[in-house]
């Protein structure tokens, strides 16, 4: 099954991941390094979010896809931004050491939590890298605040369940904890407040992937910042579905990776890194 063969990918994606991280952030104080991590806390809506800060710089904001710490999922691509950067890379409701709130998880709360954040941070303006969960985060960051962003990259997202391979959502219907690679719950239980809400964390982004009715078209054509669409040829989106995303979005680029799945960020970050710092850094 396909959902089957994405967290058997996702738990050897996670242990490559983790041997190349080396010693965990919350190990000691930062250094003179400009990749290692400062760990803070903000007051967002109910809520005590976590994010990390590397470099100085032009800002740039990671959100992280579902279940996913910054480590696990982003970290291999963070230092190399933040020799140039000011990398702000966030853990959204739950996940990771950011508690949960008596809330669904949806991705209008959680682009309105980063509008929170970065009010916090007196940040009028940054781009954005957002992988899986976090990819449509932007997206709807860039219908609802397209003045906060100046360029964005998303990484394995998408704006509407049709672009999703035949039959994914229906095996999403049986996610359970027990089907989530152990590796990806002993990550969550080092960090989060409360390592005994794995199995609600699961629920939710289970429930989050089933309900999305998808943002309409019209609202996708409204973003006017530049996109560069990254996918994997084997992702879990078609790639004639990043086609038509990247014609329907005003001013957007496609790159899709060869030989590549959703869980690409380990496989292919210096591809990753490379595109997404040219488009960056484009006038």
């Known amino acids: 099954m396909l959902v089957q063969r994405m967290w058997l990918a996702l738990s050897l994606v996670l242990l490559a991941t983790v041997a190349g991280c080396g010693s965990s952030d919350d190990d000691g104080p930062p250094n003179a390094d400009p990749g290692a991590a ?3 806390y903000a007051s967002v809506n109910g809520m005590q979010m976590y994010y990390e800060e590397r470099g100085q710089g032009a800002p740039l904001v990671v959100l992280n896809g579902g279940l996913c710490t910054i480590a696990s999922c982003v970290g291999p691509l ?5 020799k140039t950067r000011r990398v702000i890379a966030v853990e959204q409701q739950g996940h990771g050491h950011t508690n949960d709130i008596d809330r669904p998880l949806t991705y ?4 309105e939590d980063v509008v929170v954040l970065l009010e916090r941070l007196g940040i009028a303006k940054a781009d954005f890298f ?5 990819g449509i985060v932007a997206l709807r960051l860039g219908i609802r605040h397209p003045n906060l962003i100046r360029r964005m990259v998303t990484l394995s997202a998408y704006h509407d369940s049709r672009g999703l391979e035949p039959g994914l959502i229906e095996q999403m219907e049986q996610l359970t904890p027990e089907a989530v690679p152990p590796s990806m719950k002993e990550d969550y239980a080092k960090v989060a407040p409360d390592p005994s809400k794995w199995p609600v964390l699961v629920e939710k982004v289970k429930r989050l992937g089933i309900d999305f009715q998808g943002f309409p078209d019209a609202e996708v054509r409204t973003i006017p910042v530049p996109v560069l669409i990254v996918m994997g040829d084997h992702d879990i989106m078609t790639t004639q579905y990043g086609e038509e995303l990247s014609r329907l979005l005003p001013n957007a680029q496609l790159v899709v ?3 590549a799945d959703h869980f690409s960020i ?3 970050a ?3 890194l490379s595109k997404s710092t040219a488009f960056l850094d484009a006038p």
Do not use: F, N, R, V
């Not at 209008?108 to 682009?111: G, I, L, P, R």
């Not at 957002?130 to 976090?134: A, E, F, L, N």
């Open 257 to 259: 990776l060869p030989g």
């Open 108 to 111: 209008d709360h959680m682009a």
């Open 78 to 82: 963070l230092p190399t931004w933040a």
């Open 270 to 272: 210096e591809t990753i």
């Open 266 to 268: 380990a496989t292919h």
């Open 38 to 40: 400062t760990a803070k």
């Open 130 to 134: 957002g992988y899986s969960d976090g």
